[in-house]
Nanobody, 127 residues
């Protein structure tokens, strides 16, 4: 069983930055493909960014490309999402997700590809 816990959300003005963290349990974190998703009020949860277990391969939704950076520290069992140039449209609950142990160094962007989910952290961007 993998447990995920997000932190780092909060209220920020447009143009500001936040860094989200996702702490994971489990001794095999270094073999998990991981991802970030978000759900805005009244909308479906959507993909934000994905990262392979090595951290070498990453993938972003077009809406955040160039502004957000996904990374991970396998020694700390933690994944990050650095969010810069935030916009009011980025307001959402952000969730981290883990696919579990994988044998290829790939990222994933479909919700159905992920097995474990955190509880989410709220990000609010004011105009």
């Amino acid at each position: 069983q993998v447990q995920l816990a997000e932190s780092g959300g909060g209220l920020v003005q447009a143009g500001g930055s936040l860094r989200l963290s996702c702490a994971a349990s489990g001794r095999t974190f270094s073999r998990y493909s991981m991802g970030w998703f978000r759900q805005a009020p009244g909308k479906e949860r959507v993909f934000v960014a994905g990262i392979s277990w090595s951290g070498v391969n990453t993938y972003y939704a077009d809406s955040v490309k160039g502004r957000f950076t996904i990374s991970r520290d396998n020694a700390k069992n933690t994944m990050y999402l650095q969010m810069n140039s935030l916009k009011p449209g980025d307001t959402a609950v952000y969730y981290c997700a883990a696919r579990g142990v994988v044998w290829t160094d790939d990222y994933y962007y479909r919700q159905g590809d992920y097995t474990y989910w955190g509880q989410g952290t709220q990000v609010t961007v004011s105009s």
